[in-house]
């Protein structure tokens, strides 16, 4: 997926989190501390969540797919 900002390449991932929220390469148990390239974002109004999101590391630009999930309206 290119940058909508710098059209550089983003790289694919995840937002996971909890109470805490994290872009992470892959799945895995979700812990408040990050591993090594990975984002650590903070928000304690969210449940548990994973979704596909692909980051720029140089414009720290987050893009989140939440296709397929349920979206409320109203």
């Known amino acids: 997926m290119k940058c ?3 059209r ?3 790289e ?3 937002l996971q989190g909890r109470q805490r929220v994290a872009w992470v390469k892959g799945k895995h148990q979700f812990s408040l501390l990050p591993r090594e390239g990975e984002v650590l974002l903070e928000n304690n109004a969210f449940g548990d969540f994973l979704l596909n999101a692909g980051i720029c590391k140089n414009c720290k ?4 797919d939440y296709m397929g999930k349920e ?3 109203g």
Request: proline share 12%.
């Open 71 to 73: 979206v409320r309206e």
């Open 4 to 6: 909508p900002r710098c």
């Open 12 to 14: 694919p991932g995840y």
């Open 61 to 64: 630009l987050i893009v989140v």
């Open 8 to 10: 550089g390449e983003m």
